[in-house]
């Protein structure tokens, strides 16, 4: 049987799971944008299967790097009661501590005055788009983007503009031409400036630079979504934001130890202009009080332990060996058939289909491969405009090469099946 994901098409927002507010009055209207995820409900789709799937669709790190045993054990050793009761909003003092003296000295040293710890990523972007979003502002998005982040601006009203990437990242002329189109000025820039999710591309810095000059003259705040910097494996360090222009109040960064750590401990942190700290407080104060207690105490226990650099130079090695595996099985399996991003980092490669392929559409190509027991994220649905029907993205993080070589020979297969079926309709 074919199994597809709830709201894949490319209607009303691809990429994101339609609305669910028929026929629930008195809902407010803003339950409407609140359109979810196909990346996130790929989780229980793929838990809902019974067959044998390899999984290159959610954007998890390699459950053979997170450092369990080290979590219960510092688990046993910090927690106390202290650890299970309401903790202080902006974050366990511990934490933020550590977080400045780990980071002092490096390219990105967080202060104290600057920082909020959050509940993951998502909650960084969530603060940052209520912050800053009325109904109807323009936002500018990545395209391809990290959908759960335009989702989340989408959530506050904003109207999306989509400007196309290449190699370099976010094209930033077209982006200059984009929004004079518009005949209006963006609110929000948002950009996920290294290995980006969903393509594996980096921003330049002569375009970060442009980006930053752009923002100064439109009076647009850059939303910085970083989680994979952190994840170089190959090429030279690009500046971020924060360096090429410090304490700059246009810039709001946002951090995750999701990819770094663990993703299920669900503990990040937002770097932005000190002035917003109350009203971040605030916002944070009405939406979880504060971030889960006993886990902010394992990642201050895992900082204070000094293994975080040995810790980060075993998942680059790591990561580098799975994507070098996972470009050599496509070689091997789909060779020419299609065109993949060659990441210096992070977790993604995006394939787009060549030739006569490119006639099957990702959603078609999702379905049959499913089937065949493998899972990636169709393009449409990294798209809110749904684009990319000819593409797709491939998370080569969570899957060993052994498994990713089996995971590119199905998906072979399924490209030959959907190519047999002909156009989709
Ligand atoms: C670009 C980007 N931003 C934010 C997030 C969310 O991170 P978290 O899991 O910490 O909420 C992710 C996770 O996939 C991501 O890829």
Known sequence: MLTTIEGLGPKPTAGLVGPASEGLQPLARRADGL?????????????????????????APAPEVIPVELFKQLATQAHDEGSYTYGATEGEPGLIEALVAVTAGTDEPVR??????????????????????????????????????????????????????????????????????????????????????????????????????LAHRWGSVIVDDDPYGLLRFAGQPVRGFNQLSPDDPLIFSVRTFSKILAPGLRVGWVDADPRLRQLLINAKQAMDTCTNVPNQHVVEGFIRSGGLEAHLEGLRSEYRKRKDAMQDSIRRHLGDRVRTTDPEGGFFLWVTLQGEDAQVSSQQLFEIALAEGVAFIPGTALSPSGQFADAFRLCFASTSPERTDVGIERLARALDRARAQGPAV
């Open 35 to 59: 359109v979810g995820s196909v990346i996130d409900s790929s989780t229980s789709l793929l838990a809902a299967q019974e067959h044998d799937i390899v999984r290159f669709a959610m954007g």
């Open 112 to 213: 104290e005055e600057r920082v909020v710890i959050t509940s993951g990523g998502m909650q960084g972007l969530d603060l940052a788009f209520k912050l800053y979003v009325d109904p109807g502002d323009l936002v500018v998005v990545e395209s391809p983007t990290y959908t759960n982040g335009s989702g989340t601006a989408l959530a506050y009203g904003a109207d999306l503009l989509e400007v196309p990437c290449d190699d370099d990242g976010m094209d930033v002329e077209q982006l200059e031409r984009l929004v004079d189109e518009t005949g209006r000025t963006p609110k929000a820039i948002y950009t996920i400036p290294n290995f980006q999710n969903p393509s594996g591309v980096t921003l330049s810095e002569e375009r970060r630079v442009r980006m930053i000059e």
